[in-house]
């Protein structure tokens, strides 16, 4: 899926930038973005240390698993493959209320650590499991209380009232947050999104008829 | 009527934003007071589980690096060939049909893909429509509402070296695809 569209994205810019004459522009953005990609990831260690450290710590006096089981009234359907007091809920939580809250570099090393949480339950190591997509899905609905960047850019371009836009933005992240969850929950019933993907097929059958055989 | 409505929903809002900045800024303080006294209570060796959580950062940043070379690298190109432009153009007769401006489209496409490059969109419109106009407020509210899922997508699913996604992708854009419509609705209610 992801192949599919990193393949598009790619032979599009290749062509389109070809018929626009933009080529080299095409050919230095790769340059540009594989530089940027590694400053990202580097400057993001350092305040990611800090935070897995101090999650370490959440985690190991019970705070984590605290706020799983407060949760658990909402979150066992959501994650109906999670256990209900398992750390990856606390950790989903932590990370949904630190974006909401528009703290940005502590909800990263949270979501990062639910998905470790999440991945420790995944059968298969390289495929996203149900709960995974809807963290995810989730993430994506960008839920946030105040939209801080975005009123500082009003606020420049001499908005006078630039706090206007916190109801509606508020408002809208709401209605993505309930498609989003729609969403997922009515994909991952779906055949050609099952986890279970046809090159385990064989070895499942295999290991069945192993066992019909004894 | 309607003015009244959102005269007195304004006067709420200021004083609702304030607590929620102040909220914002000491939430983090005081996260870090619970979690240092709590484990404190708890007798864990304070100093050793935090080095020994913070031993992960450095592995996460360089597991995450290919990943986000991958997406950045294609998102990247497909900005600067001027695709971009041109799926706007292509898309504006049929976005125009539900009310969309086309000033606004080439930053409905680039949400997903980058964030930098959706703030940018977002700040040449507010300086050439001016702060508080309709355009900049819709640019605002769909820009709040909608999240870079190609970039989330990339550093949460590359932490763990997860490559085959399934549904996360879609339901994403999806969620983007919501975020923004709604916002055109709502601004469209409130602001025009």
Request: aromatic share 8%.
């Amino acid at each position: 899926m992801l192949g599919y569209i990193w393949f598009f994205l790619i032979i599009t810019a290749l062509i389109i930038g070809g018929v626009n004459g933009k080529i080299d522009a095409v050919v230095q953005s790769i340059v540009n973005s594989a530089q940027l990609a590694v400053e990202i990831s580097i400057s993001l260690i350092g305040v990611m240390a800090f935070w897995l450290g101090m999650m370490k710590l959440a985690e190991n006096s019970g705070i984590i698993t605290e706020i799983s089981k407060l949760l658990k009234p909402i979150t066992k359907r959501l994650f109906a493959d999670v256990p209900p007091d398992h750390p990856a809920i606390g950790h989903i939580a932590m990370n949904f209320s630190a974006n909401a809250l528009g703290v940005t570099n502590a909800a990263t090393p949270m979501g990062i650590k639910a998905m470790d949480e999440l991945q420790k339950l995944n059968p298969d190591k390289k495929v996203a499991t149900n709960a995974m997509c809807t963290f995810l899905a989730i993430n994506t609905a960008g839920v946030q209380f105040i939209p801080a960047s975005i009123i500082a850019i009003l606020a420049a371009a001499g908005a006078k009232n630039p706090t206007v836009i916190i109801g509606p933005t508020f408002l809208s992240t709401l209605i993505a947050l309930i498609s989003a969850v729609t969403v997922v929950k009515i994909l991952e019933k779906l055949p050609f999104f099952r986890q279970t993907a046809s090159c385990h097929c064989e070895e499942t059958q295999s290991v069945n008829e192993a066992i019909q055989k004894e | 009527m309607l003015h009244l409505i959102t005269q007195t929903f304004d006067i709420f809002k200021h004083s609702f934003a304030g607590t929620l900045n102040l909220f914002s800024l000491w939430i983090l303080p005081v996260f870090i007071v619970c979690i240092l006294f709590t484990a404190l209570y708890k007798k864990i060796p304070l100093y050793d589980t935090f080095i020994d959580g913070a031993k992960e950062g450095f592995s996460v940043g360089v597991k995450i690096i290919p990943y986000l070379v991958g997406i950045l690298v294609a998102i990247g190109m497909f900005r600067a060939s001027g695709a971009i432009e041109l799926l706007a153009h292509a898309l504006s007769p049929v976005l125009k049909l539900i009310g969309m401006p086309a000033d606004i489209l080439p930053l409905a496409i680039i949400r997903p893909l980058s964030g930098s490059g959706a703030l940018g969109i977002t700040t040449e419109l507010a300086k050439q429509y001016g702060g508080d106009s309709y355009m900049a407020r819709l640019a605002a509210v769909m820009t709040g509402s909608s999240e870079t899922t190609f970039y989330v997508i990339a550093i949460y699913f590359g932490s763990v070296g997860i490559s085959r996604i399934r549904h996360a992708l879609i339901a994403g854009l999806v969620a983007d695809i919501a975020g923004m419509l709604a916002a055109l609705f709502i601004c469209g209610l409130v602001f025009k």
